[in-house]
């Protein structure tokens, strides 16, 4: 795949065993937090139950038939069709699922792979050396891929759909729009910005076409354009309906719909996206200011240079409507990483680069401000990276002191701190104060004769409603039958165990 003749070959070769070095270093085989979280468990489900269903392994349903205290981040789980499931695709689950014979932990090192075909296609494009590196380790990219996601094999393939569409524009060759059509297809069934990018595809084919070139309407509706794409997004449709009533799935069941959004709203959320917005713990770090190469690059481009050139205009006009359609259709700015829903955009945007390069490159100062400043805002989130997995060791070690049949908490993090062990660990999370009357009257149900419950010392401002949940059910143990006394403290965590000895 790579040559090792020269130079560039070794340097391409390193990217991708850089990637596995920061995943060991990091050990992600042990960062599963949030959605990683999500994401794995319900691989592991998929896999241990077989194929029969999609709900995720929750060793407390019993004590939570309604599924309203689940220790997962609610905003990742919720209930469907009266199975608890997760937001993520099928599309990547099952395929994960598929690798049962590799210890599921490990999933996350086989990024390595997506990356090192992703730069082998950029290769094949001519892509510079530099251009290759700025446009992994200076782009969202590269933080997408440290992590158990679907982010890796969903950029590959959206890459390979969008390198065999742009193909298929200079050659018109039937072999090139089937190709294009089918990776594009496959990549809705990761995520959703694949719909996004062929509309944008096709939107841009129909100006060149009809619109400059004055080529007839009924050439560009010819089926081979089309047809193998609404074949995969028919068969997505059908089964996102049938399996969750929701004809584009589970992603759009937890993302729309929950939250009133302005015209305001959005557009703040779309320029968080692209470049920075403030929020209560801090500025954002949009696609553009992580990666301000490519934003240059546009103020770069010659009109006159677009006219002459069709391939680079082409490229312009897919940027720009995937860039309207995601202001219009984006449910969030990205949360961690702004920039995850532009992570589609690195591709076609680095056709641009490696054709301004050069100039770019022989303005010293520009340049090498571009590199610090694109050097700086990657090693800031490989900090973030490595910080946040020393803080959940952390957590992990604190909350391996604490065993009980039953481990009740008030907190998402330290329910979300067992991890791996959520499979197996009966753990549920009374987030509200609202839920003790339920939390309790299912322990009845179910004679359960003790619980530990465990909660933060540290109060913050966003912990009332914990503080509130953790008191209640210390409040109704007694009229419930139980009696709490402190047990085991840590640094961190305080527990109550709560006894009731007459079942």
């Not at 608890?84 to 695709?89: D, E, F, N, V």
């Not at 959703?192 to 004055?214: D, H, N, P």
């Not at 839920?435 to 401002?461: A, D, R, S």
Request: glycine fraction near 4%.
């Amino acid at each position: 795949m790579f040559s090792f003749k020269n130079r560039s070959g070794i340097i391409l070769f390193f990217i991708p065993l850089f990637l596995l070095l920061t995943q060991v270093f990091i050990r992600v085989d042990q960062f599963y937090i949030s959605d990683p979280l999500i994401k794995w468990i319900q691989v592991v489900s998929l896999w241990q139950q077989n194929w029969t269903t999609e709900s995720v392994l929750y060793p407390a349903k019993h004590l939570d038939p309604l599924f309203l205290m689940s220790p997962l981040n609610e905003n990742f789980v919720f209930l469907n069709q009266d199975r608890l499931i997760g937001q993520y695709p099928i599309g990547f689950t099952f395929v994960y699922s598929l690798l049962g014979v590799i210890p599921h932990h490990f999933l996350p090192y086989l990024n390595f792979i997506y990356l090192a075909l992703f730069i082998h296609l950029m290769q094949k494009n001519n892509f510079a050396i530099p251009v290759i590196v700025f446009a992994i380790l200076g782009t969202v990219i590269f933080p997408l891929l440290i992590d158990f996601s679907e982010n890796g094999l969903f950029i590959l393939l959206s890459a390979y759909g969008y390198y065999f569409l742009l193909q298929a524009f200079q050659t018109n060759q039937t072999k090139e729009w089937l190709l294009g059509n089918l990776f594009l297809g496959l990549s809705l069934w990761l995520r959703l910005e694949g719909i996004l990018l062929f509309v944008s595809i096709q939107m841009a084919l129909f100006y060149l076409q009809v619109v400059k070139r004055k080529e007839t309407f009924v050439k560009i509706l010819h089926p081979i354009r089309y047809f193998l794409f609404a074949i995969v997004l028919f068969a997505f449709i059908i089964w996102n309906y049938k399996s969750y009533t929701d004809p584009l799935g589970t992603r759009h069941l937890a993302n729309f719909g929950k939250f009133e959004k302005t015209i305001i709203d959005q557009i703040q959320i779309f320029i968080s996206i692209i470049f920075t917005f403030p929020k209560k713990e801090m500025w954002t770090l949009g696609f553009f200011l992580q990666s301000p190469i490519y934003l240059y690059t546009l103020f770069k481009l010659k009109k006159e240079n677009l006219q002459s050139n069709p391939t680079l205009l082409f490229h312009i006009l897919v940027i720009f409507h995937f860039l309207i359609f995601v202001a219009i259709t984006s449910p969030n700015d990205g949360l961690t990483l702004n920039g995850r829903y532009l992570a589609i955009l690195v591709f076609p945007l680095t056709f641009l680069l490696n054709e301004m390069f050069f100039k770019i490159q022989n303005q010293k100062l520009i340049f090498y401000s571009l590199g610090i400043w694109t050097f700086f805002c990657a090693l800031l989130i490989l900090i973030v990276f490595y910080f946040s997995s020393k803080e959940l060791k952390k957590l992990k070690s604190e909350l391996s002191n604490f065993q009980s049949d039953l481990i009740v908490t008030t907190s998402e993090v330290l329910s979300g701190g067992y991890t791996l062990d959520l499979i197996s660990k009966k753990v549920i999370c009374v987030r509200n104060d609202f839920l003790v009357y339920y939390f309790y009257y299912n322990l009845m149900q179910n004679k359960t004769p003790e619980f530990l419950l465990l909660y933060v010392k540290k109060e913050t401002m966003g912990t009332e409603d914990e503080k509130d949940s953790y008191q209640s059910i210390l409040r109704e143990a007694k009229a419930n039958g139980y009696t709490c006394s402190p047990s085991l403290d840590t640094s961190k965590i305080m527990s109550q165990k709560c006894v009731r000895t007459d079942f």
